[in-house]
């Protein structure tokens, strides 16, 4: 299958690899030329060549705004693009702009999926990722299946079009929720007296269990490692969109709006760049002046 790639940052890059080594003839495109070198002869060298003769379009953008300008801007990857042609948006986008694209899109003859992703740089490379999809059209989905099972084997059809970004921000929400109380409680034992390390064990061991705190604390925040690859600046964005999703629908979520301001917090502490494993160190900071 021809396809058009846009965005080769952490997630991004080995998703197209993934591409490649299934078989596909794949052409790809980043704002970053620095990044041409490793793809060599599927550089596509802009937007438009990117979106040239392709059958299915994969974008993998820090937001929605910036999907929208790679696609219909004045240079964007539709300007060359076959009629027809299908968009499979894997970034986290707002629930409510992919819908409003999609509408954009379609009076182009072109469709929209949306298909966020979740699992990390290292299943991204593994082709292991989970993929939370979104279609109006759900016939749509036999024609872009050969370029999801190139992400990942685990796709889940969550509903109408801008339904796959909507779970992907609560997933990622939820997951925040975790990770701040965990570390909250964490510095809260060790200024008791209990160890990191021993309360994790605890933890693990009885009813605060999560996937997270078996692997995420155990691999990246005990021994400091803060490398997972994806930024505190994207998870703040992603849970200020489920935190945005819920106002829209006039709900009172109270506990989500308190992690969307922790994280954004954390984020402006550490820099939006920091790996969001590090938000241990945002509690550290807030708690610097209190006597242990």
Known sequence: MKVGFIGLGNMGAPMARRLI???HEVKVFDANPRVAESFREHWAGSLRETGADR???VTMLPNGQIV????????GALRQAR????VVDTSSSDAAGTVSLGAELKALNV???DAPVSGGVPLATQGKLALMIGTDDPALLDTVRPVLQAFGERHIEVGKLGAGHAAKAINNAIAAAIIAITSEGLLLGERFGVTPATLLDVINSSTG?????ETLFKTQVLPRTFALGFSIGLMAKDVGLAASLGERLELKLPVLETVSQSWAAARDALGANTDFTAYLRAVEARNSKSSP
Do not use: T
Request: glycine share 12%.
């Open 21 to 23: 080594a299934n078989g």
């Open 55 to 57: 059958d299915v379009i």
């Open 68 to 75: 929208r300008e790679a696609l219909l801007g004045k240079e």
């Open 83 to 86: 009629r027809g042609v299908i």
């Open 111 to 113: 469709a929209l999926v």
């Open 209 to 213: 269990r999560s996937q997270i705190s």
